[in-house]
């Protein structure tokens, strides 16, 4: 049971540059999400799924796009990198959307966009 | 403008010290809130929650208390140890947001032996 994993670990793009980063998870939780975690600004949502074919925008979601086809995996796509986007990028689930749910992160990635 | 903030600078304390950490927001009115611990290269761990309408919870070494008139949180590590040592952040449910939590940028502790 790995719970949440994340890859890759670590990634440098170009401006301009494509990538999804991975996010798979083997609890079965309905409820997944992506933040994005900066110097001084603590975690920012970017997107969330509450289950398979529902996704929405968090705080952050410009320049990112998601999808949630099945109930494992939440990948996140950056379509054309800009360097306002490095940052640690972490992925969390929680059994469903209520509220008293703890969530569980993953490992995180670590991008640079030069 | 809602706010929610941790104390910015470091808390550093001696072993076997109680630890107290501060969580304030403003303009929210949460349903929940939610302490976190976070160590370098990885990502938070939950340590506890505590509902609106609970003034306090605890789980061994920890304490929250959660005051929705002051609009403030207490999370207290009691007999603290270096292993202690961490970046905790705490996070609120917002009734009108769908359910998604609004993190504190954390707040870094280092327990000295």
């Known amino acids: 049971n790995a719970g949440v994993t994340q890859t890759p670990k670590f990634q440098v793009l170009k401006t301009g540059q494509s990538m999804t980063l991975q996010c798979a998870q083997d609890m079965n939780h309905e409820y997944m999400s992506w933040y994005r975690q900066d110097p001084g600004m603590g975690l920012r949502l970017i997107h969330y799924s509450v289950g398979a074919g529902i996704t929405d925008q968090g705080e952050v979601p410009n320049g990112y796009n998601v999808s949630r086809s099945t109930t494992e995996d939440f990948p996140l796509r950056l379509l054309s990198a800009a360097p306002s986007q490095t940052s640690v990028y972490f992925c969390?689930?929680?059994?469903?959307?209520?509220?008293?749910?703890?969530?569980?992160f993953g490992p995180g990635t670590r991008l640079t966009v030069l | 403008s809602q706010k929610i903030e941790q104390n910015s600078e470091a808390l550093n304390i001696q072993e076997g010290k109680t630890a107290t950490l501060t969580c304030n927001y403003t303009n929210y009115s949460p349903a929940y809130l939610q302490w976190y611990r976070q160590d370098p290269g990885r990502g938070p761990v939950f340590l506890l929650l505590i509902r609106e309408n609970e003034k306090e919870k605890r789980k061994e070494r920890l304490k929250v208390t959660f005051d929705t008139t002051l609009k403030q949180s207490l999370f207290h590590i009691t007999a603290s140890q270096p292993a202690d040592s961490a970046t905790y952040l705490c996070a609120l449910l917002i009734y009108n947001q769908g359910g998604k939590l609004i993190f504190g940028q954390g707040t870094e502790l280092s327990v000295k032996p």
């Open positions: 969390a689930i929680s059994e469903s959307a209520s509220s008293y749910n703890e969530q569980f």
